[in-house]
């Protein structure tokens, strides 16, 4: 069995060698057509980047251990021999073309993958022998892909797939939509931030219509939020209670808010006099 492997192996190798041989054999005898300045800058800018690793753009990582290369970046898929490659595309994006430059020792297939109803494309890759390098072209109906394919003995790239900025943006722009949204959740109408502000206060005693919907300070001032309705009636009298004494304090009404100049632990609101009278304690709560 050891045997019959090797020879496989070595078929195998010698075929790639053959085929290899068969090519320069073939072409030995054509001379190359003379290059002017124009052309052999052109080539030299392409082969810098195409095969010059120090220009190539690292790729990041993405889901599932997969390789994320920036559009454009032409990068360089390393495959090994019995193993799969990979090649995923944007999520939508619909294959119109594909070719490789050696057809004969690669295996090169799309297939198809979906969520959410959302076709994705994918190129599988294989190559058939080891030490093989080609180009590989990919159209779609958004773009093309410029790929250099390397096979290897053992190490390979099982999942590539590419960053776009139409995503990037995308990503960004619900961020920015997601931050808003937190933002105005937490602000007051009267631009103030919630999450700085303190509501621990309790409000107790009667319940006329004028009765406040919630207190909260700043740490400099105390604000009193009263219902819409007191603008039809008679506005309380605001009073603070300090040493079991009812104290008047500067305060004025700012919309429906009253805006107290200090921070109080006790006071209360006050309308009529004697069985009519309405009377609102609020309390702040003790830390």
């Not at 032409?74 to 019995?82: E, K, M, Q, T």
């Not at 919630?214 to 009298?237: C, F, H, K, L, W």
Request: charged content about 20%; hydrophobic content about 35%; proline content about 7%.
């Amino acid at each position: 069995m050891k045997h019959l492997i090797l020879g496989l192996l070595m078929s195998a190798v010698a075929g790639s060698a053959f085929a290899d041989k068969m090519a320069d054999d073939y072409f030995k005898d054509v001379p190359n057509p003379p290059l002017n300045r124009q052309e052999n800058t052109g080539l030299r800018y392409s082969h810098d980047f195409s095969y010059d690793g120090r220009m190539a753009t690292p790729p990041g990582l993405g889901e599932q251990g997969r390789l994320m290369f920036p559009l454009g970046s032409n990068p360089s898929i390393v495959c090994a021999v019995l193993q799969v490659c990979d090649i995923a595309l944007q999520p939508g994006e619909q294959l119109n073309s594909l070719n490789a430059g050696d057809t004969a020792r690669w295996d090169i297939q799309p297939a198809i993958s979906g969520k959410d109803g959302v076709p994705q494309m994918h190129i599988l890759i294989k190559p058939f022998d080891v030490g093989l390098q080609t180009t590989l072209f990919i159209a779609t109906d958004r773009r093309t892909y410029h790929l250099r394919l390397k096979s290897h003995r053992s190490r390979f790239m099982p999942a590539v797939g590419f960053i776009y900025p139409e995503d990037q943006q995308a990503a960004l722009q619900r961020a920015r939509q997601e931050a808003a949204w937190k933002t105005a959740s937490n602000v007051l109408p009267s631009g103030q931030q919630i999450d700085k502000l303190d509501f621990e206060y309790n409000i107790s005693g009667d319940s006329p219509s004028w009765k406040p919907l919630r207190v909260y300070n700043d740490g400099t001032r105390t604000y009193i939020q009263m219902p819409a309705s007191m603008a039809q009636g008679e506005a309380p009298t605001l009073l603070i209670v300090r040493d079991g004494e009812d104290t008047l304090v500067n305060y004025r009404l700012d919309g429906d808010r009253f805006v107290v100049d200090t921070i109080f632990d006790k006071a209360v609101l006050l309308t009529g006099v004697g069985r009519h009278q309405s009377k609102v304690v609020i309390t702040r709560k003790q830390p």
